[in-house]
């Protein structure tokens, strides 16, 4: 995401916008953006060629251990859940779960998203990405990067998006407190040195939750689910449409970023503008004496 002012002097006649009346003349500004760079900082690159694959548990069997996965610690099933229907569960939900992604790739720049529901809350739940050998300090779970998702301890009260150098230095390196939502999607991503974490509330529009981390322990690795590290809290949490998306290679991002809070002050002769686009990017603002687009 990303945030823009404008100065205008409306007495050079030039301007950018998207229709507001400005000193009461109606003034139409049409905002042509091009991607720049994405939130990690990557230029010109958004959509992934390099390799995707997505566990849905559409043909796993109910009360089974999800297809095309290894348990590493502690105990999983498919179950229907109310809102997102079959979906992996760890049933031992006062200790430690861990499950190995066996159809993920083992690489150093890549995403993993996932929808995320629970039925009662409490359980910390998340994906270690890069993973490494097993540590010691956190038996049968990975070491790497936890993207970790802390549900708040009632409805409405915060989750906690955080995320860890995960082996015996257990070092958070992001901690952001959020709205508790149920069902809500969410991104892990690492690129190089930068760990993004990302939420959505309708699978489509993400939005990074602060500013990128960086660390530059481990570089590439595997992935792991796993929940219960910290204080072992009891919680049914659920997980489903888990993707990876390898950035081994990449395209071009051709989708203009979305504009919105589009605000104005004005003056006898000047204005600002403010905008905020969903993510980093180059705007081009035009403005006339009437209603239109401009080029």
């Known amino acids: 995401m990303q945030t823009y002012t404008a100065f205008l002097n409306l007495l050079q006649k030039r301007f950018f916008i998207t229709c507001v009346v400005i000193v009461g003349v109606v ?33 796993d069997t109910i009360g089974s251990v999800p297809l095309g996965m290894t348990v590493a610690t502690g105990t999983f099933s498919v179950a229907n859940q109310a809102v997102l229907g079959k979906a992996m ?33 409490g359980r910390r739940q998340g994906f270690v990405l890069r993973t490494q050998a097993i540590d010691s300090a956190v038996p049968g779970i990975k070491r790497g990067y936890l993207f970790q998702v802390n549900h708040g301890g009632a409805s409405g009260s915060p989750n906690m998006m955080r995320i860890y150098r995960y082996d015996a230095s257990f070092a958070i390196l992001q901690s952001t407190a959020l709205t508790s939502v149920s069902p809500r999607w969410y ?81 006898s002769t000047t204005a600002n503008v403010t905008w905020t686009t969903d993510e980093n990017s180059t705007s081009k603002v035009a403005y006339g004496l009437s209603s239109g687009l401009y080029p």
């Not at 430690?96 to 039925?119: M, P």
């Not at 529009?205 to 809290?233: C, E, H, M, R, W």
């Open 187 to 267: 991104k892990a991503m690492v690129k190089g040195n930068s760990l993004g974490f990302y939420y959505s509330n309708d699978g489509v529009n993400f939005i990074l939750v602060t500013a990128s981390s960086t660390d530059s322990v481990y570089a590439s690795g595997g992935v792991q689910y796993q929940t219960g590290s910290g204080t072992k809290v009891d919680g049914d949490a659920y997980v489903d449409d888990i993707n990876q998306t390898l950035f081994s290679g990449t395209v071009a991002d051709t989708i203009a970023p979305l504009i919105s809070s589009v605000a104005s002050t004005t003056a």
């Open 89 to 121: 569960h760890a049933t031992n939900t006062g200790g430690d779960n861990a499950i190995i992604l066996d159809q993920f790739a083992s690489s150093s720049d890549y995403s993993v998203t996932w929808k995320d529901a629970y039925d009662t809350t």
């Open 27 to 59: 003034v139409s500004i049409s905002a042509v953006l091009v991607p720049k760079a994405d939130a990690l900082g990557t230029p010109i690159v958004k959509s992934a060629v390099g390799g995707s694959f997505t566990y849905d548990f559409t043909n």
